[in-house]
Each structure stands twice: as structure tokens, then as C-alpha cells.
């Protein structure tokens, strides 16, 4: 393959020492004209060794020498939504499954589209794949495009109508929550109301919603649904679905609780999203839907080092504690 020639003259520069770490490489034109290629051919050549992590690409800028070896099949650029327990879990077990495979790059748009999409602009030539989760406002299909089908992975909330066979990992909001629900009909017959806390800046709050509407309207359950938890509005008899993002108002029914002298689980009823190690012990234990994010982390990596495409839902299950 004749990109290949370019790939093995710039090693060959570098292993030379004519090439430095850090020193920019001879121009497109140059290095077309001293190799009698093509530039489309050219291209092709740094291209694979962006892939490679051996040159990097700076912007409006040229390519410069980044390492002298290839020292991983796989470049990974992960780019995360935010970092929490539950990212910390992805990441974690992400890395323990490529293991020395890959060189992982890790970055966070924190939910700011023009974050995200210059992240993804400025790193395309540089890395083999990109593992992302998104949970953004704006058009996340046109800049997820923007990325090879072959070289996109995405976690945690499936995108749709993008172009492609690409590798996705998600959860199933809608399903999730009226599946944990049925699940748990014999603990919510105490109960007089169902209450879904939705917060207004929650990505996935549609679905959710949806979710907790069919079950309720399938098993004949009065429910509401607000946005916040407010002293004034919580009733004796009432079983709150919350999935705020920093569990705030688990907290919030927590102290009105006691203020009242209402017990968990007796009197009113909790089930949070997402466990941790503090909702394990918090009053005698805080009932939880959530999904294993370390075989989130996981099957993205094994996607990865298999050379796989694959489309698979990461179930939620229930936990069952004394606060429901």
C-alpha cells in the first residue's frame, strides 16, 4: 500500500533523529513531492500514523512528532458528560478491560454542546476510536457524523439516526423504570400516590416520564408528576420516584421526614436512581433502579478489542431496601 511508504519514511526520519519529538513534519507539498505520491495517497499516510499516536495533528497548524513507537494498537478518546461515581465506574472498568492495548485520552464537555463539538473537530485524525457519552442540547446527530461509523462508540444514552453501523451501549429510560416498577407492585400497594420527581434539566427526563406514566396508567395507580420537592407538598402515603443529578432530593424527603416524624418505608416511600456506596447505609438503606456502569465500561472496551459492532441495551435491576 503506498501510504505506507509515507508512514515508514517519517519513522524512519524519527528513528534517525532527523525528526525530534515535538518538531513539525515537512509540509503536505513537501513531503508529495519527495516521495512522488499523490496527496490523497499522502493523507492516507498521516492519517495512520495520527492513528497511531506516533504524530499529532494541531490545528490550522501541521503535524508534529508526537512519540518515536508505536506503543498501542488503539488510541481511545473518551469524552464524558461529567465525572462522578457512576463515570468513575465506566472509566475504571473501560480501562481495566483494554489494559495495555490503548493509549486513552479522557475529556469532558460537561454538557456544553460547543465543548463537545470542538472536542470531537480538533481530535477526528488523531485516534482510532472515540467512546462518548453525550446527554446534550443541540445537534448532537450532525457532530456525531462527523465521526466513522467504525470509529464511534457510544455509551450510556442511545443516540439516534446516526449514520452508520457503530457500535452503542445505553440504557432504556422508558423500560427501565416501568419494568423496576412492576417489579416492585407488592412494595408500592401501601402506598396512596405515586410521585416521579423530574428534574426540568434532566437530558432523559422524557423517557423516564414516559415510562413512569405507562405503568401507572397499566396498574391503575394515582400518580403526579413535579419537578421539585417542596415541604407543603408531601403527603403521608406517598412514594417518591427522584433521580436528581446530585441526589438532592433524596435528601430534601429525607429531612422533611424526620421533621414530620415520618419513617422510610412505613410512611412514605423513597426509590432513587443510581446506587452508591451512601444510599447502601442511608437510613437503613435507600431502595434503587440503577444500571451496572462497569459493564457499561466493559462491553465498550471488548467492542474495541474485538473488532466488533454491537447494539446492546445495559438493563437496570432493582434493589431493594428499607425505604420502600
Sequence with gaps: MKYLQLAEHINHLIETNKLKINDRLP?????TEQLKISKETALKGLNYLLEKGIIEAEYRKGYYVKKKKQYHPYRI??????????RDRIYHSFLETIKDKADVDVYFHHHNFKVFEKLVDENLPNYTHFVITTFLHGNTTEVLNRIPPQKRIIID???????????????DYK????????????QLEKYSRLVLVAPLEAFHAKEVIAGFELFSKLNSKKHTIVNTIEDAFAKKGDAYITFSRYDQDDVTL?????????????????LSYNDTAVKEVLE?????????????????????????????????????RNSL
Design 254 to 270: 429525607i429531612k422533611i421526614a424526620r421533621k414530620k416524624g415520618w419513617k422510610l418505608g412505613k410512611d412514605i416511600g423513597l
Design 284 to 320: 437503613d438503606g435507600i431502595t434503587v433502579i440503577s444500571t451496572d456502569f462497569n459493564k457499561m465500561g466493559e462491553e465498550a472496551a471488548k467492542a474495541i478489542l474485538k473488532k466488533e459492532v454491537v447494539k446492546m441495551r445495559d438493563p437496570a435491576k432493582v434493589i431493594l
Design 157 to 171: 444514552y442511545q443516540e439516534k439516526k446516526l449514520d452508520g453501523d457503530y457500535t452503542c451501549i445505553y440504557q
Design 27 to 31: 509540509s503536505l507539498n513537501q513531503l
Design 77 to 86: 478518546c473518551l469524552i464524558l458528560d461529567k465525572m462522578n461515581v457512576l
Design 175 to 186: 423500560t427501565d423504570i416501568q419494568e423496576s416498577l412492576t417489579e416492585l407492585l407488592p
